[in-house]
């Protein structure tokens, strides 16, 4: 997990993500989002969560990814890097609902070892719940 060094939810813990550049695959904008945050080496896997926030016209798409060495570190927009254990996550301090979603539903499907592809609208009423 990365801790955000920008806004919006500065000092507060993500999942690498971002926006795509012209011309690129989710699947590459993954890997060099991942790269960008947290200077990680990944084997991506499936896509394994998608959520519509209409209130902000944005989808978020989160792909599961085998870590291939420990040899990771912060990047520009990055505090801190850290791989947690479940019990470790500091839920209170998760940058967005997204990424709270998405870990709950991965510590949900691990013990089977089966991770099916989640799809979710999350609604927010942006006047009663501001992102700073």
Same mark, same amino acid.
């Given at each position: 997990?990365? *801790?955000?060094?920008?806004?919006?939810?500065?000092?507060?813990?993500?999942?690498? $993500?971002?926006?795509?550049?012209?011309?690129?695959?989710?699947?590459?904008? $993954?890997?060099?989002?991942?790269?960008?945050?947290?200077?990680?080496?990944?084997?991506?896997?499936? /896509?394994?969560?998608?959520?519509?926030?209409?209130?902000?016209?944005?989808?978020?798409?989160?792909?599961?990814?085998?870590?291939?060495?420990?040899?990771f570190?912060?990047?520009?927009?990055?505090?801190?890097?850290r791989?947690?254990?479940?019990?470790?996550?500091?839920?209170?301090?998760? $940058?967005?609902? /997204?990424?709270?979603e998405?870990?709950?539903?991965?510590?949900?499907?691990l013990? $089977?070892?089966?991770?099916?592809?989640?799809?979710?609208?999350? /609604?927010?009423?942006r *006047?009663?719940h501001?992102?700073?």
């Amino acid at each position: 997990m990365c *801790k955000r060094a920008i806004a919006p939810r500065n000092g507060y813990w993500t999942l690498p $993500a971002g926006y795509l550049e012209n011309g690129e695959t989710t699947s590459q904008g $993954a890997v060099r989002e991942t790269i960008e945050e947290a200077n990680a080496n990944v084997e991506l896997g499936d /896509v394994y969560t998608l959520f519509s926030l209409p209130h902000i016209s944005q989808i978020y798409l989160f792909y599961r990814a085998r870590l291939i060495d420990l040899d990771f570190f912060p990047g520009q927009e990055t505090l801190e890097t850290r791989l947690f254990s479940e019990h470790e996550i500091p839920w209170n301090e998760l $940058a967005f609902p /997204v990424i709270t979603e998405t870990l709950e539903h991965y510590f949900q499907d691990l013990p $089977a070892g089966h991770f099916p592809i989640r799809s979710q609208d999350i /609604v927010i009423d942006r *006047k009663r719940h501001p992102i700073k």
